[in-house]
Nanobody, 126 residues
Framework: QVQLVESGGGLVQAGGSLRLSCAAS????????MGWFRQAPGKEREFVAA????????DYVDSVKGRFTISRAYAENTAYLHLNSLKPEDTAVYYC???????????????????WGQGTQVTVSS
């Protein structure tokens, strides 16, 4: 199995930027699609972005398109989520997740992911 650890969250003003990192350890010799989800207080966890194991396909929820970018660095066993033009409504705990798969897919459903990090808090002030 694989272990995931997120970092990079924090407090930022509206319009600012952050870069979230998700470091993987363990069975990194397998192929995983990587996803980012977020959960705001009192709300359901929602899909934010995903990247295929090949890195060639990405997907984003409409509310972050053009502002967030997902990427991965294989040599570092790390996935990233670049958050730009942040809005107060982006405030949430952000989780990264891994879905072991040979298929070139970008799952949106959280139940497609078998491995999760502990989350990192992003707070955007107005």
């Amino acid at each position: 199995q694989v272990q995931l650890v997120e970092s990079g969250g924090g407090l930022v003003q509206a319009g600012g930027s952050l870069r979230l990192s998700c470091a993987a350890s363990g069975r990194t010799d397998r192929t995983y699609a990587m996803g980012w989800f977020r959960q705001a207080p009192g709300k359901e966890r929602e899909f934010v972005a995903a990247i295929s194991w090949s890195g060639g396909i990405t997907d984003y929820v409409d509310s972050v398109k053009g502002r967030f970018t997902i990427s991965r660095a294989y040599a570092e066993n790390t996935a990233y989520l670049h958050l730009n033009s942040l809005k107060p409504e982006d405030t949430a705990v952000y989780y990264c997740a891994a879905a072991e798969t040979f298929a070139v897919v970008v799952p949106r459903g959280q139940y497609s992911y078998g491995y999760w990090g502990q989350g990192t808090q992003v707070t955007v002030s107005s």
